[in-house]
């Protein structure tokens, strides 16, 4: 994690938070919600002993561990926690350029595999039509998408997603299953066609 830079001060800061807690090998655990996708979040929890995960990689640091999510080491890449002191008390920053940029490997996860393909190659088309699609979550092998802006209510989203965006994702990410639409399509106040 030679990467991720926790500032002295950071680690200062944070160090004196968990003191607080009163909870003996109290430490913190760093991770990114959605990472790879334009809603992704930076962010720092509190981790009792016990609650930190199998595979998070241990950082040893001042007075206290930090645990890094392992799914998200590769968004965390020149990643700065920074603690900034001023006259109100103080702030802590974190700083992660990658967090939203797609990135995939062989071994990713394959909900950021088809973030991925939605980013690359997917959202381009639909944005000239207003449109959008994103992964809600996946339901074993089974890719579950919103649709919206242009998309939603779209008299050509069965179209659309059918030859367009499932027939992508499973030609650019073999071990997906399929693909589902909850879109409430009711609404047509956005749609690109009625």
């Known amino acids: 994690m030679a990467d991720l830079e926790i500032t002295e001060p950071a680690q200062e800061y944070l160090a004196g938070l968990l003191e607080k807690q009163e909870t003996e ?16 979040e930076t962010c720092i929890a509190y981790c009792k002993p016990g609650e930190e995960q199998e595979d998070d990689i241990k ?45 995939v490997r062989d071994d990713s996860p394959i909900e950021d595999k088809v973030n991925y393909v939605l980013y690359e190659e997917v959202n381009p088309g639909l944005a000239a039509h207003g449109g959008v699609v994103t992964l ?22 069965d179209v659309t997603l059918k030859e367009g965006v499932e027939k992508t994702l499973l030609e650019r990410v073999p071990e997906l299953g399929g693909v589902r639409d909850i879109t409430d399509h009711s609404d047509t106040s956005q749609a690109y066609y009625k």
Request: proline fraction near 5%.
């Open 136 to 157: 809600e979550k996946m339901d074993g092998d089974i890719a579950v998408l919103q649709f919206g802006g242009g998309c939603q209510g779209c008299g050509m989203a």
């Open 59 to 103: 950082l040893e640091l001042k007075g206290f561990d930090a645990y890094v999510e392992k799914r998200s080491v590769n968004f965390l890449e020149d990643a700065k926690v920074d603690y900034s002191a001023d006259k109100f008390g103080g702030q802590l920053s974190i700083r992660a350029p990658n967090s939203r940029m797609p990135q």
């Open 25 to 40: 090998g109290m430490s913190v655990r760093l991770f990114i919600t959605d990472p790879g996708t334009p809603k992704a």
